[in-house]
């Protein structure tokens, strides 16, 4: 045991002696960065022991419609309103789609924010970029420059990837360019805000709650009822979740455990117990990584560096060399801050943009763009949406986009397949469960106006 610490401390040195020489980082990038690999080193990381899991209460994780609903004046909402910031995290690429900037689309929902010509209130809009989105996210927020949205924007921390065989910062191995580097993990908001001088600023604003959001979340929305809730009860921080289907069994769940509301991750679950962790009638709801916390306490809490949240191993490779990064999760803070609570939202806020079946249904007259709110249309019966398959050929943005010239109607669809070499023509409308599929090596295309209704397609003949 002895002699493993000894080997563990002389890999910090060594460490510490590689970073220093990064120029590319700052200091407290520099040091963040030592001290989660020391943190991993030690194997800090916390098990659960099952059998102290506990559901939480209806005090613990409120049911949205048990909320009260914030206050009719005019004025009071102004002033709730001017103590809150709203924050995207926007340092992800979207390469899923076969983007290579950040998620554009959905920055433009934000950046035409009503609420401040409704209330006369001033909600500033900030985004959290990487080192990878930075630059695109500059020449969209330039044409913002004259709205009523004051927009910030700052860099979450660099990080050099780790080589597993020595554990060198991979820069310091010739890879000097962007793929030596990671950003790590939305947990690093909380140091990143503080480090880059906005978190005073806000708070010499009178500025007094965030709230953070994935900016591929359309359904992430300003929540008068939340906020209200928030700001009576003296919570210091809040996590939006929602209950979970088949599709989200991965996802994060709220537990009490040892007298305090915290995360349980898939990550923390042991092997014998995964089967049970997705299960959706045990752990009935997931995080959607909505989260309003209090400035304050992030300042409180990270100049006591209190925020130790669970660390998150996502081995890589780089030109053939074994990478590790080391990330943390902003929803893993929750059990560090004090009177922290769920609460259980309509699914409706929760409403990702990651693949282009997603981009399918927010496009389409399922959805609607009114005040730069995504609203979706009452006219759909079912409170769940279609499921959707793309095949590869559309999993490309610009691939999408051609394959549709309108995007069909999909109010009264249950669900649709497509595969192959599949066209679609304008005011196509589409119910109940639909399977199209095109033979191999030939192009099927779905005239204008088409009614597909319960039909399985393989072939014109079958329109």
């Given at each position: 045991m002895a002699a493993a610490v000894a080997a563990d401390s002389d890999k910090i040195s060594r460490l510490q002696s590689s970073v220093s020489a990064l120029d590319q980082i700052s200091d407290s990038e520099k040091s963040g960065f030592v001290n989660l690999?020391?943190?991993?080193?030690?194997?800090?990381?916390q098990h659960v022991e099952w059998?102290?899991?506990?559901?939480?209460?209806?005090?613990?994780?409120?049911?949205?419609?048990?909320?009260?609903?914030?206050?009719?004046?005019?004025?009071?909402?102004?002033?709730?309103?001017?103590?809150?910031?709203?924050?995207?995290?926007?340092?992800?690429?979207?390469?899923?789609?076969?983007?290579?900037?950040?998620n554009h689309s959905c920055l433009a929902a934000d950046l035409r924010q009503s609420l401040n010509s409704k209330y006369g209130c001033k909600v500033p809009l900030v985004l959290m970029n990487s080192f990878n989105t930075h630059d695109d996210t500059l020449k969209i927020v330039e044409k913002y420059s004259n709205s009523n949205v004051e927009i910030h924007t700052f860099n979450q921390s660099q990080y050099p990837r780790l080589v597993v065989e020595d554990f060198v910062p991979l820069p310091c191995k010739g890879h000097a360019g962007k793929d030596g580097w990671y950003p790590p993990g939305h947990g690093d908001v909380f140091p990143s805000l503080k480090n880059s001088g906005k978190l005073d600023l806000f708070l010499s604003q009178g500025k007094e709650y965030v709230f953070l959001a994935n900016s591929d979340n359309l359904g992430a929305i300003v929540d008068l009822k939340i906020l209200s809730h928030l700001i009576q009860n003296k919570n210091e921080y809040c996590m939006e979740v929602t209950p979970k289907t088949l599709a989200d069994v991965k996802g994060g769940t709220l537990i009490s455990y040892e007298g305090k509301v915290q995360l349980l991750e898939i990550a923390q679950v042991p092997d014998e117990h995964v089967k049970e962790f997705k299960s959706i009638e045990k752990f009935k709801i997931f995080n959607t990584n909505n989260?309003?916390?209090?400035?304050?306490?992030?300042?409180?809490?990270?100049?006591?560096?209190?925020?130790?949240?669970?660390?998150?191993?996502?081995p890589k490779e780089v030109d053939g060399i074994k990478v590790l990064q080391l990330e943390t999760a902003a929803g893993a803070a929750i059990r560090f801050f004090d009177n922290a609570i769920g609460i259980n939202v309509p699914r409706s806020r929760f409403l990702p943009v990651k693949a282009t079946s997603d981009l399918l249904l927010v496009q389409s007259d399922l959805y609607t763009l009114e005040d730069g709110f995504v609203t979706r249309n009452k006219a759909r019966a079912n409170p769940a949406n279609p499921s959707i398959e793309l095949g590869p050929e559309f999993k490309k943005v610009g691939d999408f986009l051609k394959r549709f010239k309108s995007i069909p109607c999909i109010i009264e669809l249950d669900s649709l397949k497509v595969?192959?070499?599949?066209?679609?023509?304008?005011?196509?409308?589409?119910?109940?469960?639909?399977?199209?599929?095109?033979?191999?090596?030939?192009?099927?295309?779905?005239?204008?106006?088409?009614?597909?209704?319960?039909?399985?397609?393989?072939?014109?003949?079958?329109?």
């Open positions: 690999v020391a943190r991993y080193l030690s194997g800090e990381a059998s102290k899991i506990n559901t939480p209460t209806d005090e613990i994780v409120v049911p949205y419609e048990t909320v009260a609903p914030p206050p009719e004046d005019a004025e009071k909402i102004r002033e709730f309103l001017d103590k809150l910031v709203v924050l995207k995290l926007n340092g992800g690429l979207g390469t899923t789609m076969g983007c290579t900037g950040p989260l309003w916390v209090n400035l304050k306490a992030i300042k409180r809490l990270v100049e006591a560096d209190a925020l130790k949240m669970e660390i998150i191993p996502n595969t192959g070499d599949v066209w679609f023509g304008s005011g196509v409308v589409l119910k109940g469960k639909v399977t199209i599929s095109a033979k191999y090596g030939s192009k099927l295309e779905i005239p204008d106006g088409a009614v597909l209704e319960n039909k399985e397609i393989n072939g014109p003949e079958d329109i």
